[in-house]
């Protein structure tokens, strides 16, 4: 079965600093990837995703993505973060029958 | 993007009462449609998936009587949480998946819901 793990759970950054943040699949076919953020009390939105092709993927608020086959990672950056980037983030892959399985989230805070 | 909008965004409902949850795709056609519940600090946990004039599926551990899906147009699906009680007090996701762009599933808002 496809699993996904963010192993920070927390992740504490000063604006204007950068931020990577970890996501590991299991997955036995080719992984269709994504990233969502969310703000407290409201849906998730789509940074960006992975199909195929170019494995540096460019989403949107500046955020990018390296798929690595070989480490089965899908880790999201962003070179200088914003206040308004405090917020949860969670890696999802998706299954047969188009269902997400989701990581347990990483939630950024941002220092001034 | 294409939005989907949940309503209402929060509901508060004695024990023992329902309260129905619904969710729209405002532009694009919507075959199947996701439930989730996400407890505080916690991710989502997919509770059901739901296509267009069939049953839902509901997944394992997730009473299908207790949580009723319906999706009976290429537009709305709702999720009626029946008898509630406040275990079941949560945040309720929605997500729809369609034509034109299905590669790709939309969220609602999410729906806070809180039984006292």
């Known amino acids: 079965a496809q699993s996904v793990t963010q192993p920070d759970i927390h992740i504490t950054v000063s604006e204007g600093a950068s931020l990577e943040l970890r996501c590991n699949y299991s997955?036995?076919?080719?992984?269709?990837l994504f990233w969502y953020v969310q703000s407290p009390g409201q849906g998730l939105q789509l940074l960006l995703k992975?199909?195929?092709?170019?494995?540096l993927v460019q989403g949107i608020k500046g955020f990018e993505a390296e798929f690595k086959r070989s480490q089965s990672s899908f880790n999201l950056r962003k070179p200088s973060v914003h206040w308004s980037d405090a917020a949860e983030y969670f890696c999802?892959?998706?299954?047969?029958?188009?269902?997400?399985?989701f990581g347990g989230g990483t939630r950024v805070l941002v220092k001034p | 993007g294409a939005v989907v909008s949940q309503h209402p965004s929060w509901v508060i409902c004695k024990s023992g009462t329902s309260v129905k949850i619904e969710c729209r795709s405002l532009?694009?056609?919507?075959?199947?449609m996701f439930w989730y519940r996400q407890f505080p600090k916690q991710s989502l946990m997919l509770m059901a998936t739901?296509?267009?004039?069939?049953?839902?599926?509901?997944e394992q551990g997730v009473e299908k009587d207790k949580f009723l899906i319906n999706h009976a147009s290429l537009t709305l699906s709702t999720l009626t949480v029946t008898s509630a009680h406040p275990e079941d007090s949560s945040f309720y996701i929605c997500?729809?998946?369609?034509?034109?762009?299905?590669?790709?599933?939309?969220f609602g808002q999410g729906t806070r819901l809180t039984v006292v």
């Open positions: 997500s729809a998946l369609g034509q034109p762009v299905n590669t790709e599933a939309f």
């Open positions: 997955y036995g076919a080719t992984p269709y």
């Open positions: 992975y199909f195929s092709g170019d494995t």
């Open positions: 999802a892959v998706k299954a047969a029958g188009n269902k997400l399985t």
């Open positions: 532009d694009f056609q919507a075959t199947t």
């Open positions: 739901s296509n267009e004039g069939s049953k839902a599926t509901y």
